[in-house]
């Protein structure tokens, strides 16, 4: 039931205030209306400047942090090409001393026949 009061009460306030702005106090309701607009309008101004700001400083951080990026992805590939050219070579080491190493069983097994 208290919900229910709570609902008239709040559509006979509503009331009770259009019908005094509306026939009692429109010219003071028109004055607060028309006295608001250049407040509105200079915090709005304000808001859209301090959003534009932060805008621009997102931006440069976010072109700073892609630049470092690709600097940090260009130096892992070329040490990844490094590292694929040390094994290239270790590799080509290794044949080699298997090489050598066919080359002497090789020699080994010549005199004993």
């Known amino acids: 039931m208290g919900k229910f009061l709570a609902i008239l009460g709040g559509l006979a306030a509503m009331a009770g205030g259009v019908i005094l702005v509306v026939f009692v106090w429109w010219q003071e309701f028109y004055e607060l209306v028309f006295g608001c607009i250049p407040p509105f309008l200079f915090f709005g101004g304000l808001i859209a400047f301090i959003a534009g700001i932060s805008g621009i400083k997102d ?15 260009v130096a892992e590939e070329e040490k990844e090409e490094e590292v694929v050219e040390e094994k290239e ?9 298997e ?10 097994e010549e005199p004993k026949e």
């Open 59 to 73: 931006a440069r951080r976010t072109k700073k942090l892609e630049e470092e990026t690709e600097e940090e992805v």
């Open 89 to 97: 070579e270790v590799a080509e080491e290794i044949k080699e001393e």
């Open 99 to 108: 090489v050598v190493v066919e080359e002497k069983e090789e020699e080994e």
